[in-house]
T-cell receptor
């Protein structure tokens, strides 16, 4: 199974809501990633988890809170978002986080709209 | 911060023609990868070339890497309508953790 799944596919939320994005992989990968992608722009790295520990936070605002409950699951908790946070949120995984040459496997993304 | 610039930004060709996309980057890298993204969906890995490699092939894809010029190119031969997508180069910076920085992307349109 070489699939990364993400739920929900679409999410509309108000600025006062709390919601979560979910990502799952069953490839035994030990690195998981969150990216944000605005329309017609490249993906931008937000967080890297290595062996279930947060390794990289690319200065992401605290209204985005990642969580890695186990090696297969990655969540992104959202709270008090702004309209400019509307974007496609992509999850990815790779076999080994420690600088080796591995490809990343991406999920289909969650299209988030903040109203 | 953006590492890679790609050109052209958009490319329109006919089926059967070849498509070439170029990527330039700024700092030393561990490897460079190319990904494809169909409209508004997840990215699919195409090919990875390590910093000590100069050329790599995979099916109809050919990738070159010139570390002295900090540039790479992706050639798709005998293009098909199904190749229509955005193509991104991504550099893996040598930071100890795999950290991909994506280029600006090339939008390829292949017409039947």
């Amino acid at each position: 199974d070489t699939e990364v799944t993400q739920t929900p596919k679409h999410l509309v939320m108000g600025m006062t809501n709390k919601k979560s994005l979910k990502c799952e992989q069953h490839m035994g990968h030990r690195a998981m990633y969150w990216y944000k992608q605005k329309a017609k722009k490249p993906p931008e790295l937000m967080f890297v988890y290595s062996y279930e520990k947060l390794s990289i936070n690319e200065s992401v605002p605290s209204r985005f809170s990642p969580e890695c409950p186990n090696s297969s699951l990655l969540n992104l908790h959202l709270h008090a978002l702004q309209p400019e946070d509307s974007a496609l949120y992509l999850c990815a995984s790779s076999q080994d986080p420690t600088g080796s040459s591995y490809e990343q496997y991406f999920g289909p993304g969650t299209r988030l709209t903040v109203t | 911060s953006q590492q890679g610039e790609e050109d052209p930004q958009a490319l329109s060709i006919q089926e059967g023609e070849n498509a070439t996309m170029n990527c330039s980057y700024k700092t030393s890298i561990n490897n460079l990868q190319w990904y494809r993204q169909n409209s508004g969906r997840g990215l699919v890995h195409l090919i990875l070339i390590r910093s000590n490699e100069r050329e790599k092939h995979s099916g109809r894809l050919r990738v070159t890497l010139d570390t002295s010029k900090k540039s790479s190119s992706l050639l798709i031969t005998a293009s098909r309508a199904a190749d229509t997508a955005s193509y991104f180069c991504a550099t893996d910076l040598n930071t100890g953790f795999q950290k991909l920085v994506f280029g600006t992307g090339t939008r390829l349109l292949v017409s039947p």
